[in-house]
T-cell receptor
Framework: EAQVTQNPRYLITVTGKKLTVTCSQN?????MSWYRQDPGLGLRQIYYSMNVEVTDKGDVPEGYKVSRKEKRNFPLILESPSPNQTSLYFC?????????????FGPGTRLTVL | AQKVTQAQTEISVVEKEDVTLDCVYE???????LFWYKQPPSGELVFLIRRNSFDEQNEISGRYSWNFQKSTSSFNFTITASQVVDSAVYFCALFERNFNKFYFGSGTKLNVKP
């Protein structure tokens, strides 16, 4: 089944404790991105990746890192999480650069930073 | 300035009523795409429609219809004969192709009461 998976789905952590949210897709998609969703703000793009080893900042990249060592995986790294990073996070992928507008979303990861 | 504005934060209707969700966007890009997504209480994002900037034809899919008007930069979504299962948060989104940027509106929460 074609899908985007995220792990964990729920995470409660404390300020400053490094964490990684994994994202994996099995559709051989080139384009992947991360969003955060906050009440009243909709979804905002954090980072995106056009292909392996190619990443770029979205609208709200501060406090986040990403890597794209393999095509299927695009982990989101919070080196030193803070309470303002408490949010619902979505990973998304698109077939190819030319069709990067059509995104498949993962199920979301709800992160709470205490 | 907001790129995508969904002025209706929350709407409540009674089942079988028609309801229109408004979306106004702002872009200087000549090539862009507009989307509607549904987010039910379970939290996942469900793709509903994609429209490119060169195609102003309205679209109907069952009880759903979309009205795209470039002259007013609007992409409104109408649900005819609403049902309780339509209760969700609906997001309008814009992708600027030449800038590789996605923008989501803040969402409209639709409550359909039996």
């Amino acid at each position: 089944e074609a899908q985007v998976t995220q792990n964990p789905r729920y995470l409660i952590t404390v300020t400053g404790k490094k964490l990684t949210v994994t994202c994996s897709q099995n559709m051989n998609h080139e384009y992947m991105s991360w969003y955060r969703q906050d009440p009243g703000l909709g979804l905002r793009q954090i980072y995106y990746s056009m292909n392996v080893e190619v990443t770029d900042k979205g609208d709200v990249p501060e406090g986040y890192k990403v890597s794209r060592k393999e095509k299927r995986n695009f982990p989101l790294i919070l080196e030193s999480p803070s309470p303002n990073q408490t949010s619902l996070y979505f990973c998304a992928s698109s077939l190819e650069w030319e069709r990067r507008d059509t995104q498949y979303f993962g199920p979301g990861t709800r992160l709470t930073v205490l | 300035a907001q790129k995508v504005t969904q002025a209706q934060t929350e709407i409540s209707v009674v089942e079988k009523e028609d309801v229109t969700l408004d979306c106004v966007y702002e872009t200087r890009d000549t090539t862009y795409y507009l989307f509607w997504y549904k987010q039910p209480p379970s939290g996942e994002l469900v793709f509903l429609i994609r429209r490119n900037s060169f195609d102003e034809q309205n679209e109907i899919s069952g009880r759903y219809s979309w009205n795209f008007q470039k002259s007013t930069s609007s992409f409104n979504f109408t649900i005819t004969a609403s049902q309780v299962v339509d209760s969700a948060v609906y997001f309008c989104a814009l992708f600027e192709r030449n800038f590789n940027k996605f923008y989501f509106g803040s969402g409209t929460k639709l409550n359909v009461k039996p």
